[in-house]
């Protein structure tokens, strides 16, 4: 697993998890010491936490991260994009039935 995806989800992990919980940035960067700005990059994929770092957030929130949310998030996320090229192709295909965006025989 490459770096900037592994940061993309921790991220969207953490920022999921927060937004159950109805904490904001600032709740959780007090319970675990760092900077809103620090959190931010992690929630936006841009800073993988070191583990102290992530074990203070979890521990905020509640959550013990695992594989298993990681392999999860890897399904859904493979799912979501699946059903937006399916989504792309009956647009395109639509559109060329109804003769809207076919050409016009000369």
């Known amino acids: 697993m490459d770096h900037a995806l592994l940061g ?5 992990l953490l920022r999921k998890r927060r937004m159950e919980l109805n904490y904001t940035q600032l709740d959780v ?7 809103q700005g620090q959190l931010s990059r ?5 800073r993988i936490p070191s583990l102290a770092m992530l074990l203070n957030i979890c521990k905020k929130l509640n ?6 949310d990681i392999i999860k ?3 859904d996320d ?6 937006e090229e399916n989504r792309e192709k ?7 039935e ?7 025989p000369v």
């Open 29 to 35: 960067c007090k319970a675990a010491s760092i900077s």
């Open 73 to 75: 998030f890897l399904s």
């Open 90 to 96: 009956a647009e395109k295909e639509g559109s060329n």
């Open 42 to 46: 992690i929630e936006n994929g841009l």
């Open 78 to 83: 493979k799912s979501s994009e699946k059903k």
């Open 98 to 104: 109804d003769g809207e965006d076919a050409e016009e």
């Open 8 to 12: 993309k989800i921790i991220g969207n």
């Open 63 to 68: 959550w013990n991260l695992n594989i298993g």
